[in-house]
């Protein structure tokens, strides 16, 4: 069992930055791949970024690709969103998600996730 909470989101103007954390609680965090999603007004949730769980491997979805920047720190139990160059198409609910198997490398939207944390609001301004 995995349990996680994000912050860090809120107001930022086009073209600035923020930093999304997630902080996960549970003995076997350092060994599932984890992932951050966004759930936009009136659309689906779209998968945004993944990392492995040694956080060697990464994938990002185009839209985000070259300005968002996912990483870890296991030691700290925490996963990172680092938001630069917003735009205000990235206005969304950004949740942090973990996979269900342990030592997985595959980290694309496909993927299965199994625990999820309650979302943080991020609102890029024009």
């Known amino acids: 069992q995995v349990q996680l909470v994000e912050s860090g989101g809120g107001l930022v103007q086009a073209g600035g930055s923020l930093s999304l954390s997630c902080a996960a609680s549970g003995r076997t965090f350092s060994t599932r791949a984890m992932a951050w999603f966004r759930r936009a007004p009136g659309k ?74 309650q979302g943080t609001q991020v609102t890029v301004s024009s």
């Open 44 to 117: 689906e949730r779209e998968f945004v970024a993944g990392i492995s769980w040694r956080g060697v491997r990464t994938y990002y979805a185009d839209s985000v690709k070259g300005r968002f920047t996912i990483s870890r720190d296991n030691a700290k139990n925490t996963v990172y969103l680092q938001m630069n160059n917003a735009k205000p198409e990235d206005t969304a609910v950004y949740y942090c998600s973990a996979q269900k198997q342990p030592f997985t490398t595959v980290v694309g939207p496909t993927t299965e996730y199994e625990y999820w944390g």
